[in-house]
């Protein structure tokens, strides 16, 4: 694993993060004189299950998963977090460790502050704070039970397109790093279907890929090939990004702008919402 690269806070860059954003200028002030601006590469730890829980991050541009551990040595993701909101919801429970596992799934920036920091800055009572915090925390619970659901219901086409608008919702790339082998984890399915599936989506048009990168082609056409889950998590998160300095609207979040339509295939698409 690389060393970490630390940089130097800047206000613009808090203002990134819609959990940051809610800051007042003094509590920003302190996370910026105490925090870090690191760089992430994955699959940097966040936490480990069962141990207290050290640090909080707040992405900027690098997204973070959430993951439970089988027995068997299986893992499937249960959970996601970018720059919408932290890492600490185990903290905001009201616990100091999680049954779960948390590390980078993709590569970023992350503002970093000490768990007891993040317990001085709840303790302020700054009401604006605490708002933003629990917008994001009710989001991510319903997150997880529609999330359920759609691993259970939906096909892996479907869960695919999804994933990877949830993923390009988060980050201020059309460019995303990943490979196969990773992508299944996150979806919990054997790497062969998520070959075809991403085979599937790239003949349609969708997106590239190649050498562990995958290029985000046609918004549009991701959309249509995702199954109802992916507008549940917009509806839930887009209010929280839309709050953000500087963002006035969806048109303006670089998560959902629309990419101009490459070439729609729809008999592709057809069969990703029929095969399972």
Aim: net charge neutral; with cysteine; charged share 20%.
């Amino acid at each position: 694993m690389k060393a970490e690269q630390i940089l130097v806070p800047t206000q613009a860059a808090l203002k990134q993060n819609a959990i940051l954003a809610g800051l007042s200028p003094s509590m920003i002030t302190e996370v910026m004189e105490t925090g870090r601006l690191i760089v992430l590469e994955t699959p940097q730890q966040i936490y480990e299950a069962g141990r207290p829980i050290r640090e909080v991050y707040f992405p900027i541009d690098a997204v973070l998963s959430v993951v439970t551990q089988m027995r068997d040595g299986g893992s499937i993701e249960v959970g996601t977090v970018g720059r919408e909101g932290v890492s600490a919801i185990p903290l905001l429970l009201g616990a100091t460790t999680s049954a779960n596992e948390s590390y980078c799934q993709v590569p970023g920036h992350a503002v970093v502050i000490s768990s007891d920091q993040f317990r001085r800055l709840l303790s302020v009572g700054d009401e604006q704070f605490r708002n933003v915090l629990d917008r994001f925390l009710q989001a991510y619970v319903n997150m997880l039970g529609q999330l359920a659901a759609c691993n259970g219901m939906h096909s892996i086409y479907e869960r695919c397109a999804r994933w990877l608008l949830l993923t390009h919702d988060r980050v201020n790339s059309d460019k995303i790093s990943l490979t196969h082998e990773y992508l299944s984890m996150m979806l919990g399915a054997r790497r062969s279907g998520v070959t075809i599936a991403a085979a599937t989506l790239q003949q349609a048009g969708f997106i590239r890929y190649a050498h562990g990168h995958i290029v985000i082609l046609n918004r549009e056409g991701l959309e249509e090939a995702s199954c109802e889950c992916y507008g549940v998590a917009r509806a839930q998160f887009g209010p929280l990004l839309g709050s953000m300095d500087g963002n006035k609207g969806e048109a303006n979040l670089n998560g959902f702008q629309r990419s101009k339509p490459a070439g729609q295939t729809p008999s592709l698409v057809a069969n990703l919402r029929v095969h399972r």
